[in-house]
T-cell receptor
Framework: GAGVSQSPSNKVTEKGKDVELRCDPI?????LYWYRQSLGQGLEFLIY????????KSGLPSDRFSAERTGGSVSTLTIQRTQQEDSAVYLC????????????FGNGTRLTVT | GENVEQHPSTLSVQEGDSAVIKCTYS??????FPWYKQELGKRPQLIID?????GEKKDQRIAVTLNKTAKHFSLHITETQPEDSAVYFC??????????FGKGNQVVVIP
């Protein structure tokens, strides 16, 4: 079946502009995650959605970052007033609503802030 | 929160030899330990996982061992092949579906 889909695959933006990154999780997966991966670095947790519960936003690095998940499916990560240090690959993952079920990652959005 | 560390950061092995990557974690409440493989330019993919009620798990050429007392777990790859070259991430979870990842380990298999 279809996996996790992210768009755009690449995004180049000027410093100070806002960007929106989109994630379509696997159908039926109620848990959705956003991670950030900088060059040569690990996976930095950003935010976690689980069903209708309040999201876990504890990983968002600043108030310029926000995310929504509408209808329990598609999610949008928004970065306002982008900075050069925001340049990274933003990975979305989804999983079943089950204790410690595996994460299925999308291909990510490579964001470059110039 | 949970802190996961991986060692070594880079590992080079001759084709056919074994590779071992070790991870340590800090939170004794963690009970789920997956390993993800990320090939160059691709998404991370789950290759094996282990839960705290098991000490070892094996799947063909890969195995994972867990030592809860020492709070570390290791990935073992036997008879390495060039396609095993990738970055491997370990993670630890507490059952609330939130995983803490290590920084990754670059494995290079030399033909």
């Amino acid at each position: 079946g279809a996996g996790v889909s992210q768009s755009p695959s690449n995004k180049v933006t000027e410093k100070g502009k806002d960007v929106e990154l989109r994630c379509d999780p696997i159908s039926g997966h109620t848990a959705l995650y956003w991670y950030r991966q900088s060059l040569g670095q690990g996976l930095e947790f950003l935010i976690y959605f689980q069903g209708n519960s309040a999201p876990d936003k504890s990983g968002l690095p600043s108030d310029r970052f926000s995310a929504e998940r509408t209808g329990g499916s598609v999610s949008t990560l928004t970065i306002q007033r982008t900075q050069q240090e925001d340049s990274a690959v933003y990975l979305c993952a989804s999983s079943l609503n089950r204790d410690n079920s595996p994460l299925h990652f999308g291909n990510g959005t490579r964001l470059t802030v110039t | 929160g949970e802190n996961v560390e991986q060692h070594p950061s880079t590992l080079s092995v001759q084709e056919g030899d074994s590779a071992v990557i070790k991870c340590t974690y800090s939170d004794s409440a963690s009970n789920y330990f997956p390993w993800y493989k990320q090939e160059l330019g691709k998404r991370p993919q789950l290759i094996i996982d282990i839960r705290s009620n098991v000490g070892e798990k094996k799947d063909q050429r890969i195995a994972v061992t867990l030592n809860k007392t020492a709070k570390h777990f290791s990935l073992h790859i036997t008879e390495t092949q060039p396609e095993d070259s990738a970055v491997y991430f370990c993670a630890a979870g507490d059952g609330n579906n939130r995983l803490a990842f290590g920084k990754g380990n670059q494995v290079v298999v030399i033909p």
